[in-house]
């Protein structure tokens, strides 16, 4: 049965840096997986992915340089490594398989983890 939890969510001063962990399901984990994001009025959003036709990782310009995903397989675990944070990425983050589906097919999301940056 599908299982997502994510982790690792906080609060920092503009500049900081927070590391988000999402332990998920294997039906879900043998997939590429995303990041998404959803901010307050804002619709959900994915900021990194492990799927990309380049065999690298895919970042959202709004990201890319400050953020790193990752897949630990022996753990079943994704994380998102994230440096230089802004307050405009205050959001909950959630993570899922990505097969290049809207957001709005998802049937399944986790619980999420609410990142703030603030000073």
């Known amino acids: 049965q599908a299982h997502i939890v994510e982790s690792g969510g906080g609060s920092v001063q503009p500049g900081g840096a927070l590391r988000l962990s999402c332990v998920a399901s294997r039906d879900i984990f043998i997939w590429d997986m995303a990041w998404f994001r959803q901010a307050p009025g804002k619709e959900r959003e994915l900021v990194a992915s492990?799927?990309?036709?380049?065999?690298?990782?895919y970042y959202v310009d709004s990201v890319e340089g400050r953020f790193t995903i990752s897949k630990d397989h022996a753990k079943n675990t994704l994380y998102l490594q994230m440096n230089e944070l802004k307050p405009e990425d205050t959001a909950v983050y959630y993570c899922?398989?990505?097969?290049?589906?809207?957001?709005?097919?998802?049937?399944?999301w986790g619980q999420g983890t609410q990142v703030t940056v603030s000073s």
């Open positions: 492990t799927r990309s036709s380049s065999g690298l990782p």
């Open positions: 899922n398989k990505d097969r290049g589906w809207a957001v709005t097919e998802y049937d399944y």
